[in-house]
């Protein structure tokens, strides 16, 4: 489950994100062309959770076309009901899997800009989703494919630095078009529970060898 932490830190990281790569990025993705819908994917690994949010940016000339798709009863307005339905669509065309086993995307929250914001090419629909993992302390590959309306969009993918200290990424690799990634990565033990845990367990063991040495000795004594 995404907790409310988890949620303002993916938001503030992708916003941070988003400045970075106008620096780097080439220009004809930044330029966001009128007639095409701008999709970029966000994934945040952690150690029982992976969470994803996915801005939807339609161009100006489409803007209208995507919000009627939204708006199924055509009032001028979207409905809590309707944007989820759009998110649906696009989580049907959204796959995720860690080692090679395809994992259950569950939507968390879906928003949207104000029609007058899509029409000028600015506004954004926002879904947030996340799976359930296993806390598995070893080396995974997380892989993740988006192909909603593949025709008219442009698609961008990264990973976000990872919150928990458990977490190291290793490498990713991008297909051209960036609408699937591979991301290899590893759990670590930083935990101070599982310190604990260790600790204990091996205090027990070793207290319990000694114990079995006593009462060997003291049975060769009695003998």
């Given at each position: 489950?995404?907790?409310?932490?988890?949620y303002?830190?993916?938001?503030?990281?992708s916003?941070?994100?988003?400045?970075?790569?106008?620096?780097?990025?080439?220009?004809?993705?930044?330029?966001?062309?009128?007639?095409?819908?701008?999709?970029?994917?966000y994934?945040?690994?952690?150690?029982?959770?992976?969470?994803?949010?996915?801005?939807?940016?339609?161009?100006?000339?489409?803007?209208?076309?995507?919000?009627?798709?939204?708006?199924?009863?055509?009032?001028?307005?979207?409905?809590?009901?309707?944007?989820r339905?759009?998110?649906?669509?696009?989580?049907?065309?959204?796959?995720l899997?860690?080692?090679?086993?395809?994992q259950?995307l569950?939507?968390?929250?879906?928003?949207?800009?104000?029609?007058?914001?899509?029409?000028?090419?600015?506004?954004k629909?926002?879904?947030?989703?996340?799976?359930?993992?296993?806390?598995?302390?070893?080396?995974?590959?997380?892989?993740?494919?988006?192909?909603?309306?593949?025709?008219?969009?442009?698609?961008?993918?990264?990973?976000?630095?990872?919150?928990?200290?458990?977490?190291?990424?290793?490498?990713?690799?991008?297909?051209?078009?960036?609408?699937?990634?591979y991301?290899?990565?590893?759990?670590?033990?930083?935990?101070?529970?599982?310190?604990?845990?260790?600790?204990f367990?091996?205090?027990?063991?070793?207290?319990?060898?000694l114990?079995?040495?006593?009462?060997?000795?003291?049975?060769?004594v009695?003998?």
């Open positions: 489950m995404i907790t409310a932490k988890n303002c830190s993916m938001t503030l990281r916003i941070l994100l988003v400045g970075v790569l106008c620096w780097f990025l080439p220009e004809s993705i930044l330029a966001h062309r009128l007639d095409e819908l701008l999709q970029s994917s994934i945040m690994i952690a150690p029982d959770q992976i969470s994803i949010e996915i801005i939807l940016t339609p161009g100006a000339t489409i803007a209208s076309g995507v919000f009627q798709a939204i708006d199924n009863d055509h009032d001028g307005k979207l409905s809590v009901d309707e944007k339905i759009y998110a649906k669509k696009v989580l049907n065309n959204t796959y899997k860690i080692d090679g086993k395809e259950k569950v939507l968390f929250d879906v928003s949207c800009s104000p029609l007058q914001d899509l029409k000028e090419g600015v506004g629909i926002r879904l947030l989703v996340s799976a359930e993992i296993n806390d598995d302390l070893s080396k995974h590959q997380l892989y993740y494919m988006n192909t909603f309306e593949p025709m008219m969009s442009v698609y961008t993918i990264n990973a976000l630095m990872p919150n928990s200290k458990e977490i190291k990424i290793l490498k990713q690799e991008r297909e051209q078009n960036q609408f699937e990634i991301i290899d990565y590893q759990q670590l033990v930083n935990h101070p529970f599982r310190y604990k845990v260790w600790l367990s091996g205090v027990f063991i070793i207290l319990s060898f114990l079995f040495l006593t009462f060997k000795r003291s049975k060769n009695g003998t």
